[in-house]
């Protein structure tokens, strides 16, 4: 995952949708790929991974988009703690923030 850009989600105009699309690109080839979609679209979602360091934003208006990425992080951000040792905890980085326009 790392070394690479990822673009979720988005907004598609002509019908007015939010979408669940998903691609990769990596600079080290300049080439976009397209990879599994998410479940459910989003939009206003920004995810970095950068050095140890996982930061998800969600810009979103929707309650509902707000309630589901909460859930998913909790479950996720307690999974990745468990799986981290006492080595390299001091290493690593984990945050997240929903943020309510």
């Known amino acids: 995952m790392e070394n690479k850009i990822y673009v979720l989600g988005g907004y598609d105009d002509v019908t007015h949708t939010i979408t669940g699309d998903a691609e990769c690109f990596d600079p080290s080839t300049s080439k976009w790929e397209r990879i599994a979609p998410m479940p459910k679209g989003r939009s206003g979602?920004?995810?970095t991974l950068l050095s140890g360091l996982k930061n998800l934003q969600d810009?979103?208006?929707?309650?509902?988009s707000r309630s589901i990425l909460n859930k998913y992080l909790s479950e996720y951000l307690?999974?990745?703690?468990?799986n981290?040792?006492?080595?390299?905890?001091?290493?690593?980085?984990i945050s997240y923030q929903i943020m309510s326009l």
């Open 45 to 47: 979602l920004s995810s």
């Open 59 to 64: 810009y979103t208006l929707d309650s509902e």
């Open 78 to 82: 307690t999974q990745e703690m468990d």
């Open 84 to 93: 981290l040792s006492v080595n390299n905890l001091s290493d690593s980085q």
